[in-house]
């Protein structure tokens, strides 16, 4: 079983759609979770990162962790075309240890 | 945030022929990550390279095959030695930003092998 597991996609929604992107983990002792996004032929950038469980919003993205699930979202209100992209979840537990990642949700949206 | 460009940023090779790709960051970071990234796959690291000490290579990943250097705090490389079709991946570099799980990534380089 993978550690980060994560729908690959592709999810496809039409322009100004509510889009959820989520991830499960197996690793009870992550506390960290980012999400990047990837365009494509791009490195990925990083949209959001939350510690522990809760919400936290910027802009039209919403992250959300439910640790006692564990279980990660990232929400994407009134979608547009230019959110097309891979998204990437991603987390680690702390102190210097690695980061791992999930495979990547690959998102499109039609104008 | 950190600047960060690669180079090549892709190319074609034949088996057994090694590549050296370089990071070129424009701020001085303590830390660089080398990840691979192959397709249907999640992000892998394939190790860590701090200036002046050796790289720290994760399970599944040997100095041999994949030496990196680290001169000063914003250039490193990483040779891909002995290539072989399977060794076909995005091969990316990323920085610590103002925390260890904020990381800033170079744009890729794109590796085919014949």
């Known amino acids: 079983q993978k550690e980060v597991e994560q729908d690959p996609g592709p999810l496809s929604v039409p322009e100004g759609a509510i889009v959820s992107l989520n991830c499960t983990y197996s690793?009870?002792?992550?506390?960290?979770f980012m999400w990047y996004r990837q365009y494509s032929r791009k490195g990925p950038e990083l949209l959001m990162y939350?510690?522990?469980?809760g919400n936290k919003e910027d802009g039209r993205f919403t992250a959300q962790v439910d640790k006692s699930s564990k279980y990660i979202s990232l929400f994407i209100r009134d979608s547009q075309p230019s959110d097309s992209a891979t998204y990437l979840c991603?987390?680690?537990?702390?102190?210097?240890?690695?980061?791992?990642f999930g495979t990547g949700t690959k998102l499109q949206v039609i104008p | 945030s950190a600047v960060i460009s690669q180079k090549p940023s892709r190319d074609i090779c034949q088996r057994g022929t090694s590549l050296t790709i370089q990071c070129q960051v424009d701020?001085?970071?303590?830390?660089m990550f080398w990840y691979r990234q192959q397709p249907g796959q999640s992000l892998t690291l394939i190790a860590t390279?701090?200036?002046?000490?050796?790289?720290?290579?994760e399970s599944g990943f040997v100095i041999d095959k994949f030496p990196i250097s680290r001169p000063n705090l914003t250039f490193s490389t990483l040779t891909v030695s002995n290539m072989s079709p399977e060794d076909s991946s995005i091969y990316l570099c990323?920085?610590?930003?103002?925390?260890?799980?904020?990381?800033?990534f170079g744009p890729g380089t794109r590796l085919t092998v014949l």
């Open positions: 990323s920085v610590e930003g103002t925390d260890y799980n904020e990381q800033f």
């Open positions: 690793n009870s002792a992550f506390q960290y």
């Open positions: 939350t510690y522990s469980s």
């Open positions: 991603a987390m680690n537990s702390g102190g210097y240890q690695k980061v791992t």
């Open positions: 701020s001085q970071v303590t830390m």
């Open positions: 390279a701090n200036q002046g000490s050796e790289a720290t290579y």
